[in-house]
């Protein structure tokens, strides 16, 4: 979803502060380090699916990504960065927490962690975005589709057969020049904004395979971002390094021409040109 | 910063509440955003709280409003308190729900504050400059295997003593489960200067890493994101004006020195490309900076006493 999150290009906001924090000195305060804390332990456990034996519904950091994007603007702008963090885990409360966590809505507004409208506002962008369609997979409507759930031959490991044969057919090559598609919508994704409609240059393939805990293949296992944020279904496309001239992003007004940026984007996102 | 108010106070609370005026009701005051911060504010690495009396009830900046905004909201939407005990009341509720425990909780703190940080990646670094082929498998790993750093990485973590401690700078139970530690299990090894290897071997490049959304950071190498790194300042500009960026460190850095700069400048001059790598995968970014060349006679311990994060992340170059 766009908003001021997606500030690449921004100007006006100063000087880049605290150049030089002490490397000895990780947080200025404790209660920083209690918000990473809980932040890190909440999405690592919440990410592998808080039912019993239930790998869904999962909130991990596609989600918490998500939540901070369905700040409104104002708060997002006025927020130091740790209160992003404390918006996702609200936002996990309030979908999910009576269920995983024993903890409600109620519990947060009443202790003032946040306010009833941040709540609602996060919960009208959330029902918007489930009835959207989602690049690369059929979308909630498709006819004859379960309500809610996405579906894809390509990119779901229960219709692909495996992580691994998905990962056994990506659709770009090394040296391939592709075009970035626009897309909106409220969901998260991705794909951002200042690349949309550029041409660049595929520079690697991550490889995608299936996760063996404690085995490291060298391979990409992460999923979809703009699926597994929905929290319900974990959905695997082959994502690419690729590489844009500077001035092709952004112009060739006050840009250095030796300026190249890389960005990672999966396979819905791209066409071939 | 003052107490929270006493129960006593609570009848008057209320009415400041419901007559829109919760600012004065909050008491204590947030500190200034992080996000947005002044960095003379950020001197010496400490936040500023506003100075006493100076209007903290009621400072719509400290309490995160805009002054740009009508006085109140129809909806009754009132400022909250400030960050701090909005997290220690969110930390009190988790423990209470028994979610997280407190020992849990400072445990990872210890974690983050002692066990990962720059000094691994710095160890990674100086090795790599001394030993051509670790460098190798570091920056130019084979097409099917992208992510070949990583086990490189681990291998020598775990075989390698850390001078500091006389133990392995990894074992196996603190990379918690992963390869080598948080966000490190797929690690591309970018190096900055002249490169060693690969097609563009022999060109002078700079590369800088961001999370321009949020901010996703090699972790397992540099320990916890500094405040710079997340900061909406950096996010805005470092895709866009990389050498702008670079220029505004390396003149703090230099600052009065003209030898110094003139360095820098002679590097930034001979630039052939500079490279962005906004973080937006699961992919973590991590730069090898250059090696001074006054300090090829240096043994790889001291080598590593002067590789700076800020280095290893190409927002600054090393100084000789």
């Given at each position: 979803m766009d908003g001021p999150h997606f500030s690449v290009g921004w100007g006006g906001l100063g000087p880049i502060p605290d150049?030089?924090?002490?490397?000895?000195?990780?947080?200025?305060h404790q209660w920083q380090a209690m918000m990473q804390s809980i932040y890190a332990q909440l999405f690592t456990k919440a990410g592998a699916g808080f039912r019993p034996n239930e790998p869904a519904p999962f909130f991990g950091l596609d989600a918490a990504r998500w939540s901070r994007e369905t700040m409104a603007p104002r708060d997002y702008m006025n927020g130091d960065y740790y209160s992003y963090w404390l918006t996702a885990i609200c936002t996990f409360i309030q979908e999910y927490g009576p269920a995983a966590l024993g903890i409600s809505e109620e519990d947060l507004v009443r202790r003032r962690i946040c306010t009833p409208q941040q709540l609602q506002r996060t919960a009208a962008i959330r029902r918007k975005a489930f009835r959207q369609a989602v690049p690369g997979v059929n979308g909630p409507s498709h006819p004859g589709q379960l309500a809610g759930l996405f579906s894809s031959a390509d990119y779901d490991p229960k219709q692909a057969g495996s992580v691994e044969a998905i990962g056994r057919r990506p659709r770009f090559q090394v040296g391939n020049r592709v075009r970035v598609l626009h897309l909106q919508g409220n969901w998260h994704t991705r794909c951002y904004p200042y690349v949309r409609g550029c041409v660049g240059t595929v520079m690697v393939f991550y490889g995608l395979s299936d996760e063996q805990p404690g085995q490291f293949d060298g391979k990409y296992h992460g999923p979809y971002p703009e699926v597994a944020s929905q929290s319900r279904q974990k959905f695997y496309a082959p994502v690419y390094g690729v590489r844009f001239q500077g001035t092709d992003v952004f112009g060739d007004v006050n840009v250095d021409p030796r300026l190249r940026v890389h960005l990672d984007l999966w396979e819905p996102h791209l066409e071939l040109v | 910063m003052k107490e929270p108010e006493s129960n006593a106070n609570q009848p008057r609370r209320s009415f400041l509440r419901n007559t829109g005026l919760a600012a004065l009701a909050a008491g204590a005051s947030a500190l200034p955003a992080a996000g947005q911060a002044r960095p003379a504010a950020d001197a010496g690495g400490a936040a500023v709280a506003p100075p006493e009396g100076a209007g903290m009830g009621n400072d719509l900046e400290a309490q995160g409003?805009?002054?740009?905004?009508?006085?109140?909201y129809a909806s009754g939407e009132s400022p909250l308190p400030s960050l701090k005990q909005r997290v220690l009341a969110l930390k009190g509720l988790l423990i209470q729900k028994g979610v997280l425990t407190e020992d849990k909780i400072n445990g990872f703190v210890a974690y983050y504050e002692k066990?990962?940080?720059?000094h691994l990646g710095a160890a990674a670094v100086a090795h790599a400059w001394v030993n051509p082929s670790f460098l190798e498998k570091l920056v130019s790993p084979p097409p099917d295997q992208p992510f070949q750093a990583t086990a490189a990485l681990r291998e020598f973590f775990f075989n390698t003593t850390n001078p500091e401690t006389g133990r392995p700078y990894l074992v196996p139970g603190l990379t918690l489960g992963t390869a080598i530690g948080p966000e490190g299990e797929y690690l591309r090894i970018l190096e900055n200067g002249k490169q060693s290897f690969g097609p563009d071997k022999g060109s002078r490049v700079h590369n800088i890493v961001a999370c321009t959304v949020c901010s996703c950071y090699p972790q397992a190498l540099l320990g916890v994101q500094p405040t710079w790194y997340k900061s909406q300042q950096y996010r805005s500009r470092v895709v866009n004006d990389p050498l702008g960026v670079v220029d505004e460190f390396m003149a703090d850095l230099t600052a009065g020195q003209g030898a110094k700069w003139a360095y820098y400048k002679e590097y930034r001059d001979r630039l052939e490309e500079i490279r962005t790598w906004d973080s937006n995968s699961e992919v973590r970014f991590f730069v090898i900076p250059e090696q001074p060349r006054q300090w090829s006679g240096l043994s790889e311990q001291e080598l590593r006493k002067r590789i700076t994060r800020n280095a290893m992340l190409g927002a600054e170059i090393l100084l000789p």
């Open positions: 150049k030089q924090q002490s490397v000895s000195q990780p947080w200025h | 409003g805009s002054p740009v905004v009508e006085s109140g066990l990962i940080g720059p």
